[in-house]
C-alpha cells in the first residue's frame, strides 16, 4: 500500500491480546495530507482539533495505550501549535498534561501563565483552556474517565482546571512518576500500567488537597480537608476487614464517632456510603486483573469485607449496571 492509500484511522490499536501502544506519525503521509492526518488524531485523542501551523516542515507523532481502567496515556511530539477550547463530544473524563520537552503557556480560563518544563496541567473535559506551545515541544496527555477518579475526589463536579508546578513538593513527586511513566510508554503494555493508573489518582487527589483546590474540601476549610483524606487513607488501609465500622475507624483516627460522622457530612458523604463505594472499586478492579483470574467472585467479594456473595452482586450491579459475572465476562472478552 503506497502513503497516499494511507488514512490516519489505519492507525488502530493492535488485536487486544498484544496491549501495547498503537503509534502515529505524520511522515508516513504525504505532505500535502500530514495536517489533516493530525487533527484526526487528536479527534482520536480527544483533544482539541486545532489548526496546526502552516510553516513547513511539520511534524507530528504520537504513541498511545489505554490501561485497564480505561485511562488514555499518549506521548506526543510535534511542530509549535496551540491546543485549546473543548471537545464537546467527548464523554466525561479528567485530563491531565505534562510539558516534557519546549516551551509552553497556559490559559485556565481566568488568566495565562508560563509552564515549566515538568508541570502538570489538569481539568475537566467540557471547559475551555488553552495550551499555546510555541517551540517543538514533547507532552505526555492522559485521559482518564471520571468513573475512575470521581470516587476518589471528595467533590467530584467542583473540579476546574489548574496547574500543579513540579518545583516542590508533592507536585515534584507526581510530576516525576508521570515523566518516567513517558519515557517508558513505548515498551509498556496495559497491564503494566495498573500500579501508576491506581498512584495516578492517589497523587491528582493528594495533589489537590494539598493545593487547596475545591475539589478535594467539598466546601469545607482546608484542615477538615485534609483530616478527611487522612480519614480516607485509613479506611483504605482497612477495607478487608467485615467488621470494620464507624467507631473502628475513629479509634484508629484517635477522634470520636460523632465527630467523625461530623467530618463526613460537612462534605456531603456519608461513612457507610463512602465504605461501600470503596470495597465495590476495589473488588471491580480485581475482577479485571489477570493477577486475580483463579479468585471466584465470591473469594473477592470476601477478599474486600463483604460478609455475603447475593448482597454483594446486588450492591455491584446498582452500582455498575451490570452483575459482576457479566462484567467479569466483558473484561475478559476484550482482554
Known amino acids: 500500500m503506497s502513503a497516499a492509500d494511507q488514512t490516519p484511522l489505519r492507525e488502530k490499536p493492535p488485536p487486544a491480546e ?3 501502544a498503537w503509534r502515529f506519525s505524520t511522515v508516513d503521509y504525504p505532505k500535502p495530507d500530514r495536517r489533516r492526518a493530525w487533527r484526526e ?7 482539541p482539533p486545532g489548526e496546526p501551523p502552516e510553516q513547513e516542515p511539520f511534524k507530528g507523532e504520537v504513541s498511545c495505550i489505554v490501561s485497564p481502567l480505561g485511562m488514555d496515556f499518549a506521548v ?4 509549535p501549535q496551540a491546543i485549546s477550547g473543548r471537545n464537546p463530544n467527548q464523554p466525561a473524563a479528567v485530563w491531565l498534561a505534562v510539558l516534557l520537552r519546549g516551551e509552553a503557556t497556559f490559559f485556565d480560563g481566568e488568566a495565562t501563565v508560563d509552564v515549566d518544563v ?3 496541567l489538569y481539568g475537566p473535559s467540557g471547559m475551555n483552556a488553552a495550551l499555546s506551545l510555541t517551540t517543538p515541544f514533547r507532552l505526555l496527555f492522559i485521559n482518564a474517565p471520571r468513573v475512575a477518579l470521581d470516587h476518589r475526589l471528595i467533590a467530584p463536579l467542583s473540579l476546574k482546571v489548574g496547574r500543579l508546578p513540579s518545583a516542590r513538593g508533592l507536585g515534584h513527586v507526581f510530576s516525576g512518576l508521570l515523566r518516567a511513566t513517558a519515557d517508558a510508554l513505548g515498551e509498556m503494555t496495559s497491564e503494566q500500567l495498573r500500579p501508576i493508573e491506581l498512584a495516578l489518582t492517589e497523587f491528582l487527589v493528594a495533589n489537590l488537597a494539598a493545593e487547596g483546590a475545591p475539589a478535594s474540601r467539598g466546601g469545607a476549610g482546608a484542615a477538615r480537608a485534609a483530616h478527611l483524606h487522612r480519614v480516607c487513607q485509613t479506611i483504605e488501609t482497612m477495607l478487608a476487614d467485615p467488621e470494620l465500622t464507624l467507631e473502628k475507624v475513629a479509634e484508629a483516627d484517635g477522634i470520636s464517632a460523632r465527630s467523625l460522622q461530623k467530618l463526613f457530612a460537612a462534605a456531603g458523604q456519608n461513612f457507610s456510603t463512602y465504605l461501600r463505594l470503596r470495597r465495590l472499586e476495589r473488588c471491580r478492579l480485581d475482577l479485571t486483573s489477570p493477577m486475580f483470574g483463579s479468585l471466584s467472585i465470591s473469594e473477592i467479594c470476601f477478599r474486600w469485607g463483604f460478609n455475603g456473595s447475593a448482597h454483594f452482586s446486588r450492591a455491584f450491579k446498582d452500582r455498575y449496571g451490570v452483575s459482576p459475572r457479566d462484567y467479569r465476562k466483558g473484561q475478559t472478552a476484550r482482554a
Open 118 to 120: 515538568g508541570d502538570i
Open 41 to 47: 488524531v487528536l479527534t482520536r485523542l480527544r483533544l
Open 18 to 20: 498484544a496491549m501495547t
Open 76 to 79: 506526543m511530539s510535534a511542530s
